[in-house]
């Protein structure tokens, strides 16, 4: 039978030890599992070590691998091992035992819920590599000639308190990678460095998109004028398309009565997540969602079934009161600006509304470049426990029979997920694969026959019968802060075109084309591209070197001969060479 | 001497109470002072009378002032005088006197402040005008003749409690107006009418603009799809506008901690006004104001002299605690959307940087016809007191020399209003007439040597030294709130067409051209117009009715004639005569 990856990798820790112990016989070990990549093995050095260092261990690692030596157990008496361990000084191991025999375990959570006064363990299997012997439950390769050499790498090393307990010693804690061959290892290594490089904070702050302030608060992403620039452009898409279908935008303060939320069920659904706001007069807090204000728009006025469908969609921010903790750069914020849209219609009209969003989630990310890359799921009702959902039969039927049907028109293919679906309506989820292989949840399409209920929303029927409308709620993109975290490590900050916070950036070669430059740069901007004028003293190279680093699409290079002859000398980013254009080419060519 | 109008409106009051007295000899009488327009009386009639009793009322009271009858005077001991109208039966007249006798007063307030054990009023003067004995401090035409009977309307009746006491009896207040002649009260009855039928909370509501909810709250309006239009339509207005002068829209949250506010003096100053947020994390407040978290993210980089000037601008909610009893439709609200700009420079860049304010205002304001409506004030400091300011003598020279130049090559004509200046700065502020000839002060160009300072903000001067920037805060339109109130009434919903909700209203003749009318309702809509379609089944003349209403700038007739031409029979609002035009026409007229 094949050692399994993860086996290969705990015994890597032991092949890890062995290697520590060789180089360092004074070193004290902790603990040494496999992890989701490799391993590691907390370790007391009689001097901390630092990287550098890892390399040999790494070198004697690997000897030992090719020595293709065995991983041999031996049972020995509980008191026996404290004993052993005790006297070659592995004052860890001891305690460790002592755990092991005081609670029958080693791992604190376990003992928390379950301390029984005596344990049942009177023996434990350590296990021999080599000279190195090891207390250990097991888990692994035979020998260790199974492991590939080519497939380790000792990572990182960083400080640990024993057990994650400031008030115990501190230890180092050496990491490694381990896969099952070279090249594996390589792709890892890759994709990490592609994360890394693409982390949406560290490309935010180099291409200065957003902000943070100790002062305004933590979770509050400031959004900069580029950072700006994308949201809007991104706003600008949704809107245009979106009025094609005739949703309509509206706009709602920030905070409502706590009555609000009473009454739509979030003030029990987010509960400490809600954020109360102490006004003199009324009970308000932050809103926590948009339906409740939209349902108000709605109840504005008397509705017959000749008004239905009503579309309202709205970019707004909504706020929630997450522990600082789980705060994350854009990933996990405060300020949630929702691209938020709610549509009120009648039963037999929630085929047709529902395509049209489909049909805006199409547009959209077909311009995004990742329409294709996606999946759709449909979650439907547990038919067997039809009486667990809010809503009539007949309107169940018909919602889900719309979304089955809308699936299969506009070719979704979407998974049908039995039991899936909210107590109020089945929905439509899109999930798209981003270039880091990543998949993120971003549409939804969701029918909700009980919200209108709840605030006591109504319609006249051609009948002359008063009628609960159904409300869609739609996302299209989501929240726009994780939109921009996504976008940012997709595209690796290299922006289409039309989202690029700069589309095109004029240079001067030297001082005398300067006021040819500036009309140059005057005239794309009276275009209403967003272009960036570099006039400044660097040489050309270097002016070239900083726009490649922003990121910005087009370099627009003004040399004496284009001064003379009207044109500009276009350099797409990443490319060396560049193409003499007019200027109305080069509108015509960002504007695409 | 000449009667003053409001001695003349306090004898109407008296004339009224005689004549009232002539036909209801039993009505008994409560206070009658004159008011801004005329005066009223509280009255307790043996019945409750309606608004058709008014006309006889003021037929008498016609009659007493064509009689010229004199007001005389005489002094009663007060006791004798309760007496007097105790005998009467005139118990509001009684309890008057009897609070004078005690408090020496009849005006409630004034006894809550100062009330004496004893009262040193022994005398009271009555004012007798025919049969009817009034108690009187006096302030009075000699005679009834000097009124003009043709300057007097009674207006109205409404209920009311003896000195506003819902404990006490209630009366009714007859209501009357009193002008100096026939032509001035038929100007008064005139503006008010306009005033009513221009109301932004009645036109607001009939044109479907905005609504409020006792869920949502009150003072937090809620914007409609057609209010929305508008809204966006000004701040598209705004943005193209202000990106020609290289105005960067930015975005913010709508907290802040409440450390950000006590920095930026903002805690101290809304005190009351300030929203606390209950976050369990941190202490956070809605933000009253969004100049502090401007400044964070000019904070966020390190900014040389030849950064600058950089200029952010924002369409952004900012909430004040509002008392209830202030609120008032869209002129005192607690969500208040403000069109905020913040601009940071050098002290040697204001001029340049004010006047690209006074463009942008030029702009947009000649866009609504408002632009020459208006003068300017420049606030400059008390040069007696140059200590009382913050900022270097230096500055504060530069600034208003800027302001003054400024003011000179815009040809604002700016009224220098010593002493008027803010501590911290110098600035023009813009006034307004409406169409009523209400005067609304909207734009500000405010500079600001203070905050900077308290963020501690700088840039990197050319000789390497840290400087303070300085910070100019702009208004163009203020809040959208009490400008769409103000725009509402001074259009009267009559929107110029770039602002309409609805621009153009396509309307069927019958059911045969639905199809074409279907076809032009797309093609405007595809260019961008905001059009709506009726094609139901009443009458064209009922739809054209109906448009007139909704104040629709142009009405789109589809009758079988502009079908077989592929035409349209366009009608504009208010005109009875309709021209024929392309398709392609329309588009360009209602795009101008």
């Not at 004028?225 to 005739?246: Q, V």
């Not at 914020?333 to 049909?359: M, S």
Request: proline fraction near 5%; glycine fraction near 6%; aromatic fraction near 8%.
């Amino acid at each position: 039978m094949d050692t399994s990856l993860r086996d290969k990798r705990h015994t890597a820790a032991h092949v890890l030890a062995a290697a520590v112990q060789k180089h360092y016989p004074d070193a004290q070990f902790g603990v040494g599992p496999p992890t989701e990549h490799g391993f590691y093995y907390d370790i007391k050095f009689p001097e901390p070590i630092s990287v550098n260092e890892l390399a040999t261990l790494e070198e004697t690692m690997k000897e030992i691998i090719k020595a293709d030596l065995p991983l041999e157990r031996s049972d020995m008496g509980i008191d026996e091992a404290i004993e052993h361990f005790s006297s070659r000084n592995q004052p860890f191991k001891v305690s460790l035992l002592e755990d092991l025999k005081t609670h029958g375990t080693t791992v604190l959570s376990e003992m928390d819920e379950n301390t029984p006064e005596e344990s049942d363990v009177s023996t434990v299997s350590l296990y021999t590599l080599g000279d190195f012997v090891d207390l250990c439950r097991g888990g692994h390769a035979e020998r260790t000639g199974e492991l590939d050499p080519q497939g380790l790498k000792l990572d990182a090393v960083s400080g640990v308190y024993f057990r994650g307990d400031e008030t115990n010693e501190q230890l180092q804690r050496v990491y490694g990678l381990l896969f099952s061959s070279k090249k594996e290892l390589k792709q890892f290594l890759h994709r990490r460095e592609e994360a890394r490089k693409r982390d949406h904070r560290v490309l935010g702050e180099q291409l200065d998109l957003f902000t943070f302030s100790d002062l305004v608060g933590p979770g509050l992403p400031l959004w900069t004028p580029k950072g700006t620039a994308i949201r809007d452009a991104l706003h600008n898409r949704l809107l245009s398309i979106s009025r094609k279908y005739r949703m309509n935008p509206v706009s709602i303060p920030h905070i409502g009565k706590q009555a609000l939320y009473e009454t739509s069920g979030h003030a029990e659904k987010f509960a400490n997540e809600l954020i109360h706001v102490q006004s003199s007069y009324d009970e308000f807090a932050l809103k926590p969602v948009n339906c409740p204000h939209h349902t108000q728009i709605y109840a504005s006025k008397s509705r017959s079934y000749r008004d239905l469908p009503i579309r309202y969609m709205e970019s707004t921010r909504q706020y929630r009161d997450e522990k600082p903790g789980e705060l994350s750069g854009l990933t996990r914020v405060r300020a949630i600006t929702v691209d938020d849209g709610h549509i009120f219609c009648r039963p037999d009209q929630i085929e047709t509304e529902a395509q049209k969003i489909a049909e805006i989630i199409r547009e959209f990310y077909t311009d995004l470049g990742l329409y294709g890359n996606h999946w759709v799921s449909l979650s439907v009702r547990d038919t067997n426990r039809p009486q667990d959902y809010i809503g009539s039969e007949e309107d169940w039927q018909l919602a889900e029979e719309s979304l089955e049907n809308l699936s299969e028109t506009m070719e979704l293919n979407a998974v049908r997920q039995e039991g899936e679906a909210a107590i109020y309506g089945p929905k439509l989820d899109y999930m798209f694969t981003d270039a880091l292989g990543r998949e993120h949840q971003l549409c939804t399409i969701q029918i909700d026959f009980a919200m209108p209920k709840r605030f006591g929303l109504s319609y006249t029927d051609a009948d002359g019968t008063p009628q609960s409308p159904v409300m869609i709620h739609r996302a299209i993109l989501g929240s726009y802060e994780r939109f921009m975290a996504i976008l940012i490590e997709h595209f690796a900050g290299n922006f289409p075109v039309w989202l690029a916070p700069v589309q095109a950036k004029v240079l001067t070669v030297n001082e005398a084309v300067k006021a040819y430059a500036a009309d140059v740069f005057t005239r794309l901007e009276e275009a209403n591209l967003r272009v960036e004028l570099d006039d400044g003293d660097e040489t050309v190279g270097k002016k070239i070197r900083t726009a490649e680093t922003e990121k910005v699409p087009y370099m627009l290079v003004i040399g004496e001969q284009e001064q003379e002859n009207g044109t500009v000398s276009v350099r797409t980013k990443g490319e060396k060479q560049t193409k003499t254009m007019e200027i109305e080419e080069v509108i015509s060519l960002v504007k695409e």
